[in-house]
Every structure is written in C-alpha cells, then in structure tokens.
C-alpha cells in the first residue's frame, strides 16, 4: 500500500465545506483592532464545475476604538489602507453577521495565521454583539473554531507533502497579489482547490518525495 494510504476523503470533504478567513489590522502589537476581513470559499455548481468565492470590505473602527493609538505605519506600508478610509467601511455588525452566517452554512474556518486572525476577530464580535464577554473569552472561542489551513486543520496529509503541494501551486500563482484580506482568502481557497484536485485525482503521491 502507498505511504499515504486512503487519506483523500476526510481532508476533501474538509476543504470544501471550510471558509478561508484573512484579516488586515492597525498593526501587530497587543491591543490592535480589524481593518479589513476576507472571506473565500469553494463553490461547486451544479453540473460538478468548481470555483472560488470570495468577498472582503474594510471595517469602520466602532465607537469605542482608538484607532490612532494603536495605528502602525509599518502595518500601513505593507496593506496600504488609508486610516481615513475606514470610515467608509462596514459596521463591526457586518462582520458578526458574516461570520454566524458562515459559521452555520460551512463546517469550520480556516486561517495562515489562526493566532493573530482570533485576535483581530475579538474585539470586531465583542463589538457587534455588544457582549459583555473579555476578548480573552472571545478569542479562546474563536481559536477553537480556527484551524491553521493546511497543518492543524489536515491531519491526515502529511504536512511535508501538503508544503510540497502549496509550494508548487505558489510557483504557478500570480506574484502580483495585494496583501489585502480579500485576495489572500481568495489566493488560500485557491491552494486548497488545487490540493483538492491532487488528493481526488489521485496525483498526491508524486509531491511525496520529502516524506520519507
């Protein structure tokens, strides 16, 4: 039998009922708040034919929010959002809504970076729900729910042979994608697709050569 034995189902079944999450946030620090969320997932059409969808918007900074004292302008360099352009963003209530919604039509999220991602998300639910919760208590709810895509959330592929994999689908993508939340969830739910395809298609194994 291969190394890799009968591994495709779980993993398959997986992805395509996920939503892959990005955020972009004032900054890295302790205390920073979203900017910008992006959600993507796999959408198979009735005739079979698979596709990514995708959407993001900017976030309005809620009221209780100090967004200047935690602005970073090394963050700014690399996502190019203007602060001033937040206030043409989405209430944080968008950002419960969409989440709950995906939450209860997909079977879990998945995100490159889980840690920073729930501590974005935190404050944006605190926020909308209006609840009474810490975001210590919120992100630990969230963490749960979060799987690092391709590591945590694939415990059945090895992880060598999924870098394997996403390193070539890398080699093929296009190099000139914005690090902004919506092409980084649409670019995650694409290298997903295309491991997808290897893991049904049965082509898996010949990305196995560092799995020894």
Not at 7 to 29: H, Y
Not at 113 to 142: F, N, T, V
Request: hydrophobic share 40%; charged share 25%; with cysteine.
């Amino acid at each position: 039998m291969n190394k890799l034995g009968n591994l495709a189902p779980g993993t398959v079944s997986r992805l395509r009922r996920g939503v892959f999450l990005d955020l972009e946030a004032t900054g890295l620090n302790e205390g920073s708040f979203p900017i910008e969320i992006g959600f993507a997932y796999i959408h198979t059409d009735e005739v079979g034919r698979d596709s990514v969808r995708s959407w993001s918007y900017l976030i309005k900074p809620h009221r209780s929010w100090d967004i200047e004292a935690v602005w970073s302008t090394e963050s700014e360099k690399i996502h190019k959002i203007p602060m001033a352009d937040l206030a043409f963003g989405e209430p944080v209530e968008r950002v419960v809504e969409d989440y709950t919604r995906m939450q209860k039509m997909r079977e879990c999220f998945f995100s490159d970076a889980p840690s920073y991602d729930c501590r974005w998300l935190a404050p944006a639910m605190k926020a909308g729900h209006k609840s009474e919760a810490s975001c210590e208590e919120i992100s630990m709810q969230l963490e749960f729910g979060f799987k690092h895509l391709f590591y945590e959330g694939l415990y059945d592929v090895p992880s060598e042979i999924v870098g394997n994999v996403i390193s070539y689908l890398d080699q093929t993508a296009p190099n000139n994608t914005p690090h902004r939340a919506g092409p980084d969830a649409e670019l995650m739910a694409l290298q997903a697709l295309g491991l997808v395809r290897h893991l049904e298609a049965g082509t898996i194994t010949q990305f196995e050569s560092a799995y020894e």
